[in-house]
């Protein structure tokens, strides 16, 4: 398994510029792309950066590394309904306002899965907290400042850190004490 390192210590990725990443013993090309852009691909869900006033709602399956919580469509779910739904069932809270930040492709290149684009939105979600009940595939929950999301979200050590520093970037967080951009 990679290293693990801080996203906030992660540069953000560029606009459509595939980076390397590793993820389910796969090498994906991911890239990120405006919301403006969707590119063409299997829609593959929605994850949202969740804000409850200016704390940040995170999510682990371990209860060691936190991440921002999403998940795959439901039936014909729009991108909306999805983020809302997996807000609901893997955070415990309701979504009260969103707003898209973008999208990632991520093509395999090698493994099982071989030639599989898809396509992942992500979103700024404003939400009101619910009594942590977990009762899905999330044990762990975590509200911390917003301005320690790049010292709180851990990825793996390759493009995928990029992306979800670009998808802090993009939600108005800083990284590490710094404004975003900087």
């Given at each position: 398994m990679p290293d693990l390192i801080a996203v906030g210590r992660a540069e953000p990725?560029?606009?459509?510029?595939?980076?390397?990443?590793?993820?389910?013993?796969?090498?994906?090309?991911?890239?990120?792309?405006?919301?403006?852009?969707?590119?063409?691909?299997?829609a593959h869900g929605a994850s949202g950066v969740c804000l409850d006033g200016t704390d940040l709602?995170?999510?682990s399956?371990?209860?060691?590394?936190?991440?921002?919580?999403?998940g795959r469509q439901e039936g014909d779910e729009t991108d909306l309904e999805t983020l809302c739904r997996e807000m609901r069932e893997e955070a415990c809270v309701r979504v009260t306002e969103a707003r898209l930040l973008?999208?990632?492709?991520?093509e395999c290149v090698a493994g099982r899965e071989l030639g599989v684009v898809l396509v992942r939105s992500f979103w700024r979600a404003e939400v009101l907290?619910?009594?942590?009940?977990?009762?899905?595939?999330?044990?762990?929950?975590?509200?911390?400042?917003?301005?320690?999301?790049?010292d709180e979200v851990w990825d793996v050590a390759d493009g995928s850190a990029r992306i979800i520093?670009?998808?802090?970037?993009?939600?108005?967080?800083?990284?590490?004490?710094?404004?975003?951009?900087?």
């Open positions: 990725a560029p606009v459509a510029v595939p980076l390397a990443a590793r993820g389910n013993h796969q090498d994906w090309l991911v890239s990120w792309h405006p919301p403006a852009d969707r590119p063409v691909g299997r709602v995170l999510v399956h371990e209860g060691e590394h936190f991440g921002l919580p999403g973008g999208h990632t492709r991520s907290l619910d009594p942590w009940e977990p009762r899905f595939e999330v044990p762990h929950r975590r509200v911390v400042p917003s301005a320690a999301a790049g520093a670009r998808v802090l970037r993009e939600a108005g967080l800083t990284r590490c004490g710094r404004s975003p951009g900087r």
